[in-house]
C-alpha cells in the first residue's frame, strides 16, 4: 500500500526557510514522480510543482508563483522528497501534500496527509 | 495556464439525490481532466482520472465524463459520506490547475 507521510512545517517569519520532507513507502520510489501540492487556509487546492523519477533524470517544474523561490530534491536510498522553502512570504502559508503521479496515465494518485506552513511575523 | 471553472460553487442535496458538477476548462485537454473529494480537515481523495476512469476502491455511483473542455461528475445517489468539496483538475500541461470547488451540503 501506497503511503506518504510530509514532515517539517512550521511557523516561520517572513523571508525564512523551511524544509518539507515527503517520506515514502509502498512502491519503488525511484520510479515514481511526486508532485507537491498547497491549500492556504480556506482556500482551494494550487499546484506547487513536480519532482520527476530517475528516468527522467530527476528534472522539476515549477508554478509560476514559486519557482526561484522553492526546490526539490529527493533521496532514493531513503524514499524521501524534500521541498526547500526560502524567501517565504505570507502567501505561502499553506498545507502541504506530496502527491503520486501515475506513470500511466499521469494523474495524481496517493495523497500524504499534509503539513501546515505558517509565515508570520 | 489553463483557467479551470466549476459549477456550481456549492449545492444542497438530500441522501438519495442525483447530483451534477461541472467544470469548463478556457482551452481543449482533450481527457486530462481529474476529480477529487476533500473531506474538512483531510487530505484530498482521487477519485476520477482520464475524465471518466474511476480509481481503485472509488465506489461505482461517482461517474465522469466530458472531453476537451466541458466536463461532469455525477453522484447517482447520493450518500451521507459524500458530503464533501468536490475539486476538479487539469494535467494537459504545466501548470496544472484545479477548479474552484464545489461544496456539497446537506
Known amino acids: 500500500e501506497v503511503h506518504l507521510v510530509e514532515s517539517g512545517g512550521g511557523l516561520v517569519q517572513p523571508g525564512g526557510s523551511l524544509r518539507l520532507s515527503c517520506a515514502a513507502s509502498?512502491?519503488?520510489?525511484?520510479?515514481?514522480?511526486i508532485d507537491w501540492v498547497r491549500q492556504a487556509p480556506g482556500k482551494g487546492l494550487e499546484w506547487v510543482g513536480r519532482?520527476?523519477?530517475?528516468?527522467?533524470?530527476?528534472?522539476?517544474e515549477y508554478a509560476a508563483s514559486v519557482k526561484g523561490r522553492f526546490t526539490f530534491s529527493r533521496d532514493d536510498s531513503n524514499n524521501s522528497l524534500y521541498l526547500q522553502m526560502n524567501s517565504l512570504k505570507t502567501d505561502d502559508t499553506a498545507v502541504y501534500y506530496c502527491?503520486?503521479?501515475?506513470?500511466?496515465?499521469?494523474?495524481?494518485?496517493?495523497w500524504g496527509q499534509g503539513t501546515l506552513v505558517t509565515v508570520s511575523s | 495556464d489553463i483557467q479551470m471553472t466549476q459549477s456550481p460553487s456549492s449545492l444542497s442535496a438530500s441522501v438519495g439525490d442525483r447530483v451534477t458538477i461541472t467544470c469548463r476548462a478556457s482551452?481543449?485537454?482533450?481527457?486530462?481532466l481529474a476529480w477529487f473529494q476533500q473531506k474538512p480537515g483531510k487530505a484530498p481523495k482521487s477519485l476520477i482520472y482520464?475524465?471518466?476512469s474511476l480509481q481503485s476502491g472509488v465506489p461505482s455511483r461517482f461517474s465522469g465524463s466530458g472531453s476537451g473542455t466541458d466536463f461532469t461528475l455525477t453522484i447517482s445517489s447520493l450518500q451521507p459520506e459524500d458530503f464533501a468539496t468536490y475539486y476538479c483538475?487539469?494535467?494537459?500541461?504545466?501548470?496544472?490547475?484545479f477548479g474552484g470547488g464545489t461544496k456539497v451540503e446537506i
Open positions: 502527491v503520486t503521479v501515475s506513470g500511466t496515465y499521469y494523474a495524481f494518485d496517493s
Open positions: 483538475q487539469q494535467y494537459s500541461s504545466f501548470p496544472l490547475t
Open positions: 482551452q481543449g485537454i482533450s481527457n486530462y
Open positions: 482520464a475524465a471518466s
Open positions: 519532482s520527476r523519477n530517475k528516468a527522467k533524470s530527476y528534472t522539476t
Open positions: 509502498g512502491f519503488t520510489f525511484s520510479d515514481q514522480n
